[in-house]
């Protein structure tokens, strides 16, 4: 039994499961999610997590430790991601962290973030031949696919002429891609509390785009796939859940007229009213708009007609890590 836990930029979140050897899937014991932001008022001139939004992250992982308690779990861990990852001061909250709570935080590289979130999201998953995991978080997005589709069919992703040229180098950072792991993979600094904090048009995101993935190898079998809080959010909108389902949201198909349609119904309300749509809840209310922009110009840039959406991500990918070095 495990219990593992992250510090995204916009949130943070628990998963307890255990692993049946019966079926080789992760069984969901416990999952909670608190809004956090401890990326809150952080951008390119400003890398500082603020004393109010790392305290608040603390007093949600105490609460964490007390729900993990109730279970006789193996292994405990905790990783940070985006905002943490660009913080001039993460040396604080690491020790903060270990003081208070007694744990190692980890915080990943982007690229590490992407892998975890592939392997998570694709396991058990009934997509087309190379899944094409897209990861919008609160800080950055990661792009991950499978080299194996490359060696015939392909298309890549080029700046046309002029393309990309007006967008800030510190906007994009791309990273380039992964060899070794049979792996693409690329992480752009641009996520939904970013966009929130600072919109930007449509246009200028598919700047972007093209600049931060640029010779991003396409096989032409390729599906969009979708995990994250904008994602699963997405889904719960569409299914109309008033408790979230887990099971419901993992697999669902949408279109992009459709994504299209829920996103300006969204933008047409005022936060307060969103919170009355059934599959909105508290502190998805206002960052809901930005990270289904970012999703829409994703799936236009890419031309992708249907998107499935995956309830698994970078939990379930830590899980799955840890066993592959056990003895199952």
Request: with cysteine; hydrophobic share 40%.
């Amino acid at each position: 039994m495990w219990a593992v836990m992250d510090i995204g930029t916009n949130s943070t979140r628990l998963l307890v499961a255990e692993y049946e050897k019966q079926t080789g899937r992760l069984r969901v014991l416990k999952r909670m999610l608190k809004i956090t932001r401890i990326g809150e008022g952080m951008s390119a001139d400003n890398k500082t997590m603020s004393s109010r939004a790392i305290e608040r992250t603390i007093r949600v992982l105490e609460g964490f430790a007390e729900m993990i308690a109730a279970y006789s779990v193996k292994s405990v861990r905790l990783v940070a991601t985006q905002a943490v990852r660009e913080a001039v001061n993460q040396d604080e909250l690491v020790e903060k962290i270990k003081e208070r709570l007694g744990w190692t935080l980890e915080v990943i590289p982007g690229e590490e973030e992407a892998k975890l979130s592939y392997l998570g999201a694709v396991q058990g998953l009934k997509t087309a031949r190379y899944p094409l995991v897209v990861d919008i978080g609160g800080g950055s997005t990661e792009f991950l696919l499978s080299e194996e589709g490359q060696a015939e069919h392909e298309r890549r992703i080029e700046l046309g002429e002029g393309e990309g040229q007006e967008t800030e180098e510190a906007e994009v950072k791309a990273k380039g891609n992964v060899k070794g792991e049979g792996l693409q993979v690329r992480s752009l600094s641009f996520g939904a509390l970013r966009l929130l904090e600072n919109p930007v048009s449509n246009a200028e995101i598919e700047k972007f785009l093209a600049k931060g993935l640029e010779n991003f190898v396409l096989p032409l079998e390729t599906s969009l796939v979708a995990v994250g809080g904008t994602a699963t959010t997405l889904a719960a909108v569409k299914l109309g859940l008033v408790s979230y389902d887990a099971e419901k949201v993992q697999g669902l198909t949408l279109g992009l007229s459709e994504i299209k349609y829920i996103y300006e119904r969204l933008q047409a309300l005022q936060p307060v009213e969103r919170l009355q749509v059934p599959g909105i809840t508290p502190g998805r209310e206002d960052i809901i708009i930005p990270g289904l922009q970012i999703l829409g110009c994703i799936m236009s840039f890419l031309q992708s007609t249907h998107l499935t959406i995956s309830d698994q991500d970078l939990l379930q990918g830590l899980i799955l890590t840890d066993l592959a070095h056990e003895d199952y």
